[in-house]
């Protein structure tokens, strides 16, 4: 699974900005996909998932100015971003989790686009 995000950029706050994230391969083994984030000296973070069957979860820190969207037969990811704040500042990395059942055993897969700028101005 490739994947390769787009959309990053500068904003003012209050602004808004759209990340996309295409994935290629095989795509039809990927069970969730999400966005993380880091910033400069710190972890890496989780902002948003959504499963295969549109299950979403989100950070708290974005809840209510974000919103993740699927589309399975576009084989994207999509993170709309409004009321953007400095501290949203980061590198955004998509990311896809790959489940793999076998009758011995789950094995799980983990992938990451390399990463997408978003600079938030005060």
């Known amino acids: 699974v490739q994947l390769v995000e787009s959309g990053g950029g500068l904003v003012q706050a209050g602004g808004s900005l759209r990340l996309s994230c295409a994935s290629s391969?095989?795509?039809?083994?990927?069970?969730?996909m999400g966005w993380y984030r880091q910033a400069p000296g710190k972890q890496r973070e989780l902002v948003a998932t959504?499963?295969?069957?549109?299950?979403?979860n989100y950070a708290d820190s974005v809840k209510g100015r974000f919103t993740i969207s699927r589309d399975n037969a576009e084989n994207t990811v999509t993170l709309q971003m409004s009321s953007l704040k400095p501290e949203d500042t980061a590198v955004y990395y998509c990311?896809?989790?790959?489940?793999?059942?076998?009758?011995?055993?789950?094995?799980?897969?983990?992938?990451w686009g390399q990463g997408t700028q978003v600079t938030v101005s005060s």
């Open positions: 391969g095989r795509t039809t083994d990927i069970n969730t």
């Open positions: 959504i499963s295969n069957v549109g299950s979403t």
């Open positions: 990311h896809a989790l790959v489940v793999v059942h076998t009758i011995e055993r789950t094995t799980t897969f983990e992938y």
